[in-house]
């Protein structure tokens, strides 16, 4: 593994009202691959803080404004781990993690080695890990590995956008969201890459088990509802499927559809 990375990008949302939420756990979100902290700040942190929850979304190292780009080619999931540990600890009290898309393996790869007060993954990685999710993508639409491929965040053009969006948007994604969503792309590590296609997030966790919600969304092309119920088939939950969204449900304009499903799983614990 490499060393601790002190120095992570952090966005944070306080919830205005203190009556009633000091026995509210605080939410750390955990973004996918390819982005960073940013897709959790335009609605889920400052919706998740007006409902009394003290919000926070870091940036892996090697995203966003985090450090590490220079060893991002080298960094694994168990080092990213390490980056949600890291900022956990800092936190007054042991947050509930939310993970979406490689963020989710990150979490399971936490259930399966730390204790976790409780967890979300939001259209995850499945158990058979990425080759057979590729295998799939390359029989439905060959573009669009051939885009990830050579995928170059310094070298954006329209027909790359295009190709690539509807895996990740559906049609009905604002303009002005899928611009800024564009200025956040960025590379990511073959080293996770590789870890996500030998399954290093899969294994169970310890006996007693985490609190756990599992969710995706009906039009993900990537995490696909299938991949969602093995996951949760794994973990031995059932799978909530929110309608009409896509993979990035959080940016998408009915992205309470899901917040509110986490709200009510978090109303629970």
Same mark, same amino acid.
């Given at each position: 593994m490499l060393p601790i990375e002190p120095n992570l990008e952090i966005r944070s949302c306080a919830p205005k009202r203190t009556n009633g939420n000091a026995r509210k756990p605080p939410l750390l979100f955990v973004h996918g691959g390819y982005c960073d902290s940013w897709c959790w700040e335009p609605h889920f942190l400052p919706w998740f803080a007006e409902k009394g929850y003290a919000a926070h979304a870091l940036s892996l190292r090697g995203h966003g404004r985090s450090r590490g780009h220079q060893t991002l080619f080298v960094t694994g999931l168990d080092d990213f781990a390490a980056d949600v540990e890291h900022v956990a600890a800092g936190l007054p009290s042991p947050p509930v993690l939310i993970g979406h898309s490689m963020g989710s393996a990150i979490v399971e790869r936490l259930m399966a080695t730390r204790p976790v007060r409780a967890a979300a993954l939001l259209s995850p990685v499945p158990p058979s890990g990425l080759l057979p999710m590729a295998a799939r993508l390359a029989t439905e639409s060959p573009d669009h590995l051939l885009r990830l491929a050579q995928f170059d965040p310094t070298r954006m053009t329209t027909h790359v956008l295009e190709a690539l969006r509807p895996?990740?948007?559906?049609?009905?994604?604002?303009?002005?969201? !899928?611009?800024?969503?564009?200025?956040?792309?960025?590379?990511?590590?073959?080293?996770? $890459?590789?870890?996500?296609?030998? *399954? !290093?997030?899969?294994?169970?966790?310890?006996?007693g088990g985490t609190p756990l919600l599992? $969710?995706?969304?009906?039009?993900? *092309?990537?995490?696909?509802?299938?991949?969602?119920r093995a996951t949760a088939r794994h973990h031995g939950v059932e799978a909530k499927i929110v309608p009409g969204l896509a993979h990035m449900l959080m940016l998408e304009r009915k992205w309470e559809k899901p917040a509110n499903e986490i709200l009510r799983w978090l109303d629970t614990l």
């Amino acid at each position: 593994m490499l060393p601790i990375e002190p120095n992570l990008e952090i966005r944070s949302c306080a919830p205005k009202r203190t009556n009633g939420n000091a026995r509210k756990p605080p939410l750390l979100f955990v973004h996918g691959g390819y982005c960073d902290s940013w897709c959790w700040e335009p609605h889920f942190l400052p919706w998740f803080a007006e409902k009394g929850y003290a919000a926070h979304a870091l940036s892996l190292r090697g995203h966003g404004r985090s450090r590490g780009h220079q060893t991002l080619f080298v960094t694994g999931l168990d080092d990213f781990a390490a980056d949600v540990e890291h900022v956990a600890a800092g936190l007054p009290s042991p947050p509930v993690l939310i993970g979406h898309s490689m963020g989710s393996a990150i979490v399971e790869r936490l259930m399966a080695t730390r204790p976790v007060r409780a967890a979300a993954l939001l259209s995850p990685v499945p158990p058979s890990g990425l080759l057979p999710m590729a295998a799939r993508l390359a029989t439905e639409s060959p573009d669009h590995l051939l885009r990830l491929a050579q995928f170059d965040p310094t070298r954006m053009t329209t027909h790359v956008l295009e190709a690539l969006r509807p895996f990740y948007f559906s049609e009905d994604v604002a303009p002005a969201v !899928l611009a800024e969503a564009t200025a956040h792309l960025c590379s990511e590590s073959p080293r996770a $890459l590789l870890d996500l296609s030998l *399954r !290093l997030h899969w294994q169970l966790p310890e006996r007693g088990g985490t609190p756990l919600l599992v $969710l995706g969304a009906e039009g993900d *092309r990537i995490s696909n509802p299938d991949d969602v119920r093995a996951t949760a088939r794994h973990h031995g939950v059932e799978a909530k499927i929110v309608p009409g969204l896509a993979h990035m449900l959080m940016l998408e304009r009915k992205w309470e559809k899901p917040a509110n499903e986490i709200l009510r799983w978090l109303d629970t614990l």
